[in-house]
């Protein structure tokens, strides 16, 4: 709907395209380790944006990614990735980093790996939120990957969404905030006693 | 399920949920080969399994036994999946597939292929061989297609299996790597009469030259046209049409060095190709290979040859297909006999001809035509939707009275819009009255933004306050009201400048929060496009401002707004330096639209840039990117 009110406003749109306008698949998983919220964020591109995407890596216009021109765009990538995040936790607001390289997969996957500093959360359920502004620009389907079924006495992360059946969700419809900049995924830390 | 292979499968699972890991791909190929040979048919587990890539496909290949049919069909169904990333360009595959990279596009992976080929020996071939074979084994498809080639004993079914599913591949275009060692075994195939004796076969490979702009085969399609068989002589027009057509392959001229060598290539066979064309099409008796020849006239557009040849088709035939293939035709060339061809289809009106003929009109509005079409119109007294087409294309104000009287009568939507669109087109006063009215008037919501887009590009008299009323409307569709708005700006009224400033001062009044953060983002930037096509102060500084701020689709619409207003911005320049497809489609149709000149420099180097040229040339949707490129060089003087 969105691109379709642009486009109609100056286009004849072919009936037979697409969107021209890049959609990315996206997968969140998130979970608690060392003291550390951590957030593993996979986009998977479309081949075109794919394409361009090494356009704008061969800085030397070689036709050939080196490991260099690959580090330094997605070190470039992560980084404005980490900044378009607003996390909340407990009442707080946490910056997300960057903490290891990005992986790629065969689907033409980009994984993304963020933590924020240690933060001390007393037993209990704890509300976060984490808002993504990337996800304006780049519409897409959104998935909450379970980073593993802990234990009861375990730390967890659990997603929360408006279903009140009590069945937990494996796909989570992120909704659209009222913020502008961004989609938002809501959760729960869970500390045990 | 077999009870033994349950409880393994089970196991399995249950084995992966208690170590919290996803199955391997050797478990899950396991698993697909457990429940094929106990008579399942796990398509999706195979589905799964392809999709994990290529050493997903390799595991897979290992299971390959000519002895269980069904587990090798589902096993190659996988590797075909899996094989399908071959399209997508070597950096890529070694960015994000390195199994695959190698496998592809190293010595290392030859053996690899030669694994996953292993089924070509086999008496049988699995229905999913092909498929598998053209995706993840080129190299050793193409060896057996040599094979084939010099041989005296051809394997004639399996090839007749083949040739579609590598024509489908190739004409998709996504073959970056063997094209030129597809062409040679293809022209070595039909070089040979063991093979071409086969009447199958023979139609097979005719289809497949096509697909694969095999144009080095030319001569082999040729040769078909002389045949006794008029089915043959048919599949041969197909092909030769399909080959040689312009439209059928690629981005030609737009692709840069790579594409203009194509588009030599294809202008040079058509010009080898012309003689033995309009050769047949004088002699050819059969109504079937007639309607085909006059399809494949469109492979020459320009060429007044093969339009003197459908002229004198048209007149000798007495079949009404034959007839309207040619006026098809017709429609998508520049023949100069075409207004000749379109009367003698007013002269044989009957079976659809007529309707044909109007189309082509629609298509050609040319002078010679115009009195018989608008003498037309006097014969009907309900809308007639290809006529009001044809009319409407020749602009000429001598229909005015006719449309105005079937409007009045009208009431489907469809050809209500076909009769604005007409009029749209024809000068006057009467004309651009009656789309004010139903500017005015008119409720239907596609209808309505079809009427303001119709007031955006031309002024009507008194529409500046419909649309401002339209436009500040809460209660009427989005959509109508933002083209009401854009419309606007092409009107220098006092209601039209006094809603804009309304707009720009307080847009939260008009497109409130409630709208939803992506509508009122939307409503506002195009007020602010608007106000620029006005010519508005500080308009130029807020376009900016949302463009630097501003999403893809954001970014897009700025630069199609550019455009349109024909005018040159900086933001243009930043947005050739872009990563996104839209944002790029866009900055290129700006560059060729406001200054074309300027930005060749840029644009040329940006064409031949290495992953932009890849994308050009694949089979990926570009939205016409290589024609806004070839159309942007050539506006600025240079190709």
């Known amino acids: 709907m969105k691109t379709a009110l642009f486009l109609s406003l100056l286009v004849s749109l072919a009936a037979a395209h697409e969107s021209p306008v890049d959609h990315v698949d996206r997968e969140f998983r998130l979970w608690v380790a060392e003291g550390r919220l951590h957030l593993s964020y996979r986009l998977q591109l479309a081949e075109r944006a794919a394409l361009l995407q090494l356009h704008q890596m061969d800085t030397d216009a070689d036709g050939r990614i080196s490991h260099a021109e690959r580090d330094a765009y997605f070190t470039t990538q992560a980084e404005r990735l980490g900044r378009g995040f607003r996390l909340e936790l407990a009442g707080r607001a946490l910056a997300l980093t960057p903490s290891s390289p990005v992986q790629c997969d065969a689907r033409l996957g980009q994984t993304f790996t963020f933590q924020t500093p240690q933060v001390a959360l007393a037993p209990g359920r704890h509300a976060g939120r984490l808002a993504d502004a990337h996800a304006r620009a780049y519409p897409g389907p959104f998935r909450w990957v379970d980073a593993g079924s802990a234990s009861a006495g375990e730390v967890r992360v659990e997603p929360v969404s408006a279903a009140t059946d009590g069945k937990r969700p494996t796909w989570l419809a992120v909704k659209a905030t009222t913020h502008p900049d961004s989609l938002a995924l809501n959760f729960v830390v869970v500390i045990p006693q | ?639």
Request: charged share 20%.
């Open chain 2, 1 to 639: 399920m077999r009870p033994l292979a349950s409880a393994g499968v089970l196991l399995l699972f249950l084995t992966a949920a208690v170590l919290n890991a996803a199955p391997s791909d050797r478990e899950l190929v396991q698993q697909l080969v457990a429940q094929a040979d106990a008579g399942e048919t796990p398509s999706a587990l195979a589905q799964s399994i392809g999709e994990r890539g290529m050493t997903a496909a390799s595991v897979a290949a290992e299971f390959l036994d000519e002895r269980k049919p069904r587990r090798s069909q589902l096993l190659l169904e996988a590797v075909a999946t899996a094989g399908t990333c071959r399209r997508s360009h070597a950096e890529l595959l070694r960015l994000y597939h390195p199994a695959a990279h190698e496998l592809f596009h190293t010595t290392n992976g030859i053996a690899g292929q030669r694994r996953l080929a292993v089924a070509l020996v086999w008496q049988e071939w699995p229905a999913a061989l092909p498929e598998a074979l053209i995706r993840a084994a080129p190299l050793p498809l193409l060896d057996w297609l040599q094979a084939q080639a010099a041989s005296p004993t051809p394997s004639l079914d399996k090839l007749r299996q083949v040739c579609q599913p590598v024509g489908n591949w190739l004409r998709a275009r996504n073959e970056r790597q063997h094209t030129h060692a597809f062409h040679q075994a293809i022209a070595a195939l039909v070089a040979n009469p063991a093979i071409t004796r086969d009447l199958p076969v023979r139609t097979a490979l005719l289809r497949l030259v096509a697909d694969a702009s095999a144009t080095g085969s030319l001569d082999f399609v040729l040769q078909q046209l002389r045949l006794s068989q008029p089915e043959v002589r048919a599949d041969a027009v197909v092909a030769l049409g399909h080959l040689l057509n312009p439209q059928s392959h690629g981005c030609g001229r737009g692709c840069g060095p790579a594409g203009l060598a194509e588009w030599n290539r294809l202008a040079a066979a058509r010009t080898q190709a012309i003689e033995e064309f309009v050769r047949l099409a004088g002699v050819e008796s059969d109504v079937t290979v007639q309607a085909k020849l006059a399809a494949a006239a469109e492979a020459w557009p320009e060429e007044a040859r093969v339009g003197q040849a459908m002229v004198e088709l048209f007149r000798r035939t007495n079949d009404a297909g034959v007839r309207r293939a040619i006026l098809f035709s017709v429609a998508g060339t520049r023949w100069p006999q075409r207004a000749a061809i379109i009367l003698a289809g007013f002269d044989a009106p009957a079976d659809g001809v007529l309707g044909v003929a109007l189309q082509a009109v629609a298509a050609h509005p040319l002078p010679d035509l115009a009195p018989r079409t608008l003498a037309m119109l006097e014969e009907f007294r309900d809308a007639q939707p290809m006529l009001i087409d044809a009319v409407g294309a020749l602009a000429n104000p001598k229909a005015t009275p006719a449309l105005l009287r079937w409007l009045e009568r009208e009431r489907n939507v469809a050809v209500r819009l076909k009769l604005a669109l007409a009029l749209e087109k024809i000068p006057g006063e009467a004309s651009a009255n009656a789309l004010a009215g139903m500017l005015a008037r008119e409720a239907e919501p596609l209808l309505g933004e079809h009427l303001c887009r119709i007031a955006s590009r031309r002024h009507l008299p008194g529409a500046e306050a419909t649309l401002a009323s339209l436009a500040e409307d809460g209660t009427a569709p989005i959509t109508v009201r933002a083209q009401a708005v854009w419309a606007l700006g092409n009107y220098p009224e006092p209601p039209a400048r006094n809603c804009l400033a309304r707009l720009r001062e307080t847009p939260e009044k008009f497109f409130p929060a409630t709208l939803g953060p992506s509508l009122t983002e939307q409503a506002q930037v195009t007020i602010a496009l608007t106000s620029l096509r006005a010519h508005q102060s500080g308009a130029e500084g807020e376009m900016a401002r949302w463009f630097a701020t501003g999403s893809p689709a954001v970014q897009l619409t700025c630069l199609l707004s550019l455009a349109e207003l024909k005018q040159d911005d900086r933001v243009i320049e930043q947005a050739l330096h872009t990563g996104d497809f839209a944002v790029l489609l866009g900055a290129v149709k700006a560059a060729g639209a406001t200054n074309p000149t300027k930005y060749v420099p840029h644009l040329r180097a940006l064409r031949e840039a290495p992953f932009v040229a890849a994308l050009l040339t694949s089979g990926l949707d570009t939205w016409g990117l290589p024609a806004a490129f070839s159309a942007a060089l050539r506006e600025g003087g240079r190709q």
